[in-house]
């Protein structure tokens, strides 16, 4: 199996579609027909044309071309042929990010053009890119369908990236689309906008003689070491290499 997907030979089929009726509660499946093939087929045909056009744009490819490095038990999708992170999306999920990720660095344009200042534009773009990453986590073709609760979960289920073998694709128009992402990252936003502005006292010490009385702390919090068993740095990528391609010219 993992031969034929390397050499190419294996490929995905559109088997199912799952609509929502906003007036009924669960879901609604039906076989695919026809016309949802041709759909697709469209925007396969169009994607080679905008990531052409934003190619000579930007003068250089809008989809990711990094390589994913094979990690046995971690990052385990090498093996079957998918070896940079553009690969971790299907030609319609490539054009959703790439329009998208035109989209964020057009609106910094967009905002310097209307007077706004720098600082504020590159701000608001930077959250922008933020729920972008976020659509990008649940938009890829590692994502699964949650049966039981008939909903869309994301890449990381857990810190890997181990091959999946039916996965779904989200409407970013939709309710669970963009505007999701967008109510998530305003909900943080305005819950960190509430916490104290009184700085961190950060020392170095010995746990076994810390510097301090008994009874001085309420609470103490920590994080054992993993080592190499969650590589944090390598997991980051996946929204990193996007990260370049909306704001990279601002940082």
């Known amino acids: 199996v993992r ?16 609509l929502h009726h906003p007036e009924r509660q ?9 016309k949802d093939l041709e759909v697709f087929r469209e925007a396969e045909r169009y994607l080679e044309q905008k990531r052409q056009e934003l190619r000579d744009k930007w003068d250089f490819d809008p989809v990711p071309g990094e390589e994913i490095p094979l990690m046995s038990g971690t990052f385990n999708v090498p093996l079957y ?8 999306f299907n030609p319609r999920q490539k054009l959703v990010l790439i329009v998208f990720a035109e989209k964020v660095r057009q609106a910094h344009e967009l905002m310097l053009a209307e007077g706004y200042k720098e600082e504020y534009a590159r701000a608001v773009v930077t959250y922008l890119a933020i729920i972008f990453d976020r659509l990008a986590d649940k ?7 949650n049966v039981v609760g008939e909903k869309i979960e994301h890449v990381f289920g857990r810190q890997a990236l181990p091959m999946v073998w ?4 989200v409407n970013p128009f939709t309710g669970i689309g963009w505007p999701n992402m967008l109510e998530w990252v305003a909900r943080i936003i305005d819950h960190c906008s509430q916490t104290t502005d009184s700085p961190a006292t950060v ?17 103490v919090v920590t994080d054992p070491p993993y080592y190499n068993a969650v590589p944090y740095a390598d997991l980051s990528d996946f929204f990193y290499v996007w ?3 909306t704001v990279g010219d601002l940082y």
């Open 3 to 18: 031969k034929a997907f390397q050499e190419g030979r294996a490929g995905q089929r559109m088997v199912a579609v799952v």
């Open 26 to 34: 669960g879901k609604i499946y039906r076989l695919v027909t026809a």
């Open 81 to 88: 042929g998918m070896n940079t992170w553009g690969d971790l």
């Open 139 to 145: 938009n890829a073709n590692l994502v699964v369908y």
């Open 166 to 169: 039916d996965y779904v694709e």
């Open 203 to 219: 020392t170095q010490v010995s746990a076994v003689s810390l510097p301090y009385p008994d009874n001085f702390f309420d609470a």
């Open 243 to 245: 990260l370049k391609r």
